[in-house]
């Protein structure tokens, strides 16, 4: 029987301060998604009554606190720790990606560097975070998606997707649709959803059909009614998913007198 193929070894660097504590628990079921968290630390002045409700989740899921004093006001010595230790831990060549979990731009160009070096980048953040972090990871994840995660502050109240509610199908997501499928497509007009969604993804790195409140990406696109949509199944009992873009209805112009 042979074996199983090996995990990915990833590092998980969380800035406690740019990030609320209540998405933890689903944060790490994310990370367990695409490997092995080899390395949990958290960076932090832990002597700061903000970072309370971080402490009771450390010891439960074995994560390393780093304690970083602030040593002038203004200047976040925290983000130097954390982009110091990433940058050594990538040096010994033990890992094969990094989970940066913060909603603070500082972190764009470490992200950049060590997708650099060959090892993924998964990013974590609120909806708040710069796009500039945003797309230099080869894949983001919104908190407030995460199992168990809450409203982080009240800051965010005028944005409905940080109160839990899901995102309108628009036409800006139906155009990025169609432009994955007209990418990835036969003569006949039909693409495997698979590879229709990394394309998507490499375009959009936080694209997330449950942003849409759907937990496939093959629920979201039968919810749009845009395309077709056939199942084939193969001899080994696995299921393939193709779609083809249906033809746009033409606006009617109203003619001029």
Known sequence: MPSPPPQRRFAVLIDADNVSAK??????????????????????????????????????????????FRYTTGKNATDSALIIDAMDLLYEGKLDGFCLVSSDSDFTRLASRIREEGLMVIGFGERKTPRAFVTACDRFVHTDILRGARR????????????????????????LLRWAVERSDDEEGWAD????????????????????????????????????????????????????SKPQKKRRTRARR
Request: aromatic residues 6%; hydrophobic residues 35%.
């Open 23 to 68: 998405a933890l628990e689903g944060l790490l079921a994310e990370v367990a998604n695409y490997g092995t968290a080899m390395v949990k630390r958290i960076y932090g002045d832990w002597t700061t009554p903000s970072l309370n409700s971080w402490k009771p989740m450390l010891l439960e899921h074995a994560i390393q606190p780093i304690q970083q």
């Open 152 to 175: 982080a502050s009240a800051d965010d109240d005028d944005d409905p997707r940080s109160r839990g509610e899901t995102l309108p199908i628009d036409t800006q997501l139906l155009d």
């Open 193 to 244: 959803l698979g590879t229709v969604g990394a394309k998507v993804m490499a375009q959009q790195p936080d694209f997330d059909a449950r942003s849409y409140g759907h937990g496939k990406l093959s629920s979201l696109v039968e919810a749009t009614e845009a395309f077709d949509i056939e199942r084939e199944t193969s001899k080994n009992g696995r299921v393939d998913i193709l779609i083809r």
